[in-house]
């Protein structure tokens, strides 16, 4: 099954295996921050050969770092659900993360969203459609996806990208956000980013080694997004060192280094509705 996924997967999408190993073995710690049962199913099911995420040199921080993203974006997802119980959830990006069945409230309408050869790996190891729970088989960046998320207006909309955006030009980015802007008046949206000088340094990384996938865009200051349109409000933004974690003790010192202390980041917004 292994050389299937490697057959089927290249450019950014790989990057979807490592989220999955990773949340799967820190699920089996006795002290992990997540719990996710379906992503350790899912990598026994693959037979999933994890040499080269040694390869990647990916340090234990970086682990943490990843599992409180994913840990966080939940808490976001599911304080927009206890304010909007009948909501739509559109996740970008989605990989094998297993978001629904972690937050789901038993109203929310889901989808997740993927490129075609992603969303038929969800298929084939984890399972199908629901009634509730959909698909969608593009890239977030086409518009064929807007008459199907459409027909829930006014129903309040979340916009979630975890692990996405810092794969893409700013132009990309830029282009994704008005239009959600223009199409989706009072939806949210909660993606992740790394700061430009982290942009830098892992792009040093890969030209070194050869390993990984090069990131295109960083986000400098949460309220940079604010000067693409009127109407685009940061909400909340969350770093990796907002808040004490004993496993991430030995780097604590990085939050009092200016440079480093904001080097990756959660941040929320929402689209306010035209006035008049």
């Known amino acids: 099954m292994t050389v299937t996924i490697n057959q089927t997967l290249n450019g950014v999408a790989e990057t979807l295996l490592l989220p999955l190993y990773i949340r799967a073995i820190e699920s089996q710690r006795p002290d992990a921050l997540i719990k996710d049962d379906q992503a350790v199913a899912v990598i026994k099911q693959m037979n999933y050969d994890s040499s080269w995420i040694t390869k990647m040199r990916v340090d234990e921080e970086d682990k943490v770092g990843l599992v409180l993203r994913n840990r966080e974006i939940d808490r976001y997802a599911r304080d927009f659900l206890a304010r909007n119980s009948d ?3 559109i996740h970008f990006g989605c990989g094998f993360d297993s978001r629904f069945e972690r937050v789901d409230n038993g109203r929310v309408e889901w989808y997740d969203l993927d ?3 992603v ?3 969800r298929r084939k190891f984890i399972g199908d459609e629901g009634e509730r729970y959909h698909f969608l088989a593009c890239s977030a960046f086409d518009d064929v996806w807007l008459d199907t998320v459409s027909i829930h207006r006014p129903r309040p909309l979340l916009f979630l990208a975890e692990g996405v955006f810092m794969y893409f030009e700013e132009a990309q980015i830029k282009s994704l956000v008005l239009m ?3 199409h ?3 939806a949210e949206l909660v993606f992740d980013a ?5 942009v830098r340094m892992n792009n040093l990384r890969i030209s070194r080694t050869k390993i990984g996938a090069r990131y295109q865009w960083g986000l400098k200051r949460g309220q940079d997004l604010e000067l693409w349109g009127d109407g685009i409000t940061l909400l909340d933004e969350w770093f990796l060192f907002s808040r004490p974690e004993p496993r991430l003790a030995h780097v604590q010192w990085m939050r009092h280094i200016p440079l480093l202390a904001k080097v ?3 941040f929320h917004y929402r689209f306010e509705k035209a006035v008049g």
């Open 264 to 266: 990756m980041g959660i």
């Open 180 to 182: 959600l802007h223009d």
């Open 184 to 186: 989706f008046p009072g």
């Open 119 to 121: 969303i038929a790996l």
């Open 115 to 117: 490129l075609p050869e």
């Open 194 to 198: 790394f700061s430009p000088f982290l």
């Open 87 to 89: 909501a739509i959830v």
